[in-house]
């Protein structure tokens, strides 16, 4: 069973909108057109089983609307993640609201949502998150689409494992987008999960990849594409070619991310 731990895709009409903008700040190319059906023909001919969709609240005003719709548009092969703003008072409300209709994680963009990983005021938020057993995305490292300042760096990161169980953490981006000789001093090893998105491809240096596996290992290695703006066909051949022992490629490509989410693993029906 093949599972993209990262990818994006927005309601229709949001879509429309969404995707040029985006595409044009952070000078990207879309493989998809942004919608949810468009998505699944990108996994169809990935031959991807599941994928999770990663939505923002990118402003606090729109935090309802954002889990409404991935409450909504969860179930079958795509896994929507919510997302909480830490600037809506209602935050703590909303959780327990995608918990309560089953959503199985959230993601936060420290850029987009105008924090800094390690603030003092966000520590509730994990601790929360993690009391109600879900499973925590971070946009982690350089956001080719915002530039600096970084939110969520690997040294900001330190102070947040010192003081939260990060156990059910994911950092996006193989630990740090462009920071990556800083995780492998920093965060490798350390008890978190990781994901490829927007790594492969000629993104990341291949020995640098080979050797936060070595010193991560590989049960805490999760495939992701950040989708549209890679290829799923692509990276799951660069997975495969970058990973060529098969029992490892199962465990990124599927299996860590079925323990991670409490899945089965029989592959849903298309």
Known sequence: MVI?????????????????????AGNLHPYTDGTAQDLV???DEAGIDATVVANIA???????????????????????????????????EELYRLRDA???GIKLHPDYQGFFVDQPQMFPIYRKVQEL?????????????????????????IHVMEEVDCSRFVLAHMGAYNQWDDVLRLVAGKNIYMDTAFCFGGRMPEELFDALLRVHGTDKILFGTDSPWAEQKAYVQD????????????????????????????EPTR
Request: proline content about 8%; hydrophobic content about 40%.
């Open 41 to 43: 023909r990108s996994m």
């Open 58 to 92: 990118t402003n606090p005003r729109q935090m309802h609307n954002v889990n409404s719709w991935a409450i909504e548009a969860n179930g079958g092969r795509l896994i929507q993640f919510g997302s909480v703003h830490p600037e809506n008072p209602e935050w703590e």
């Open 4 to 24: 993209d731990f990262h990818a994006h895709a927005f309601p229709d009409a949001l879509a429309v909108r969404a995707i040029p903008k985006l595409a044009a």
């Open 133 to 157: 057993g879900f499973v925590l995305l971070f946009h982690s490292g350089y956001d080719v689409g915002l530039g600096e300042p970084i939110h969520c760096t690997p040294e900001r990161l």
């Open 239 to 266: 997975c495969r070619r970058l990973v060529p022992d098969p029992e490892v490629q199962e465990k990124i490509l599927g299996g860590n991310a079925i323990r991670l989410l409490g899945l089965h693993s029989q």
């Open 102 to 104: 089953g959503v199985l």
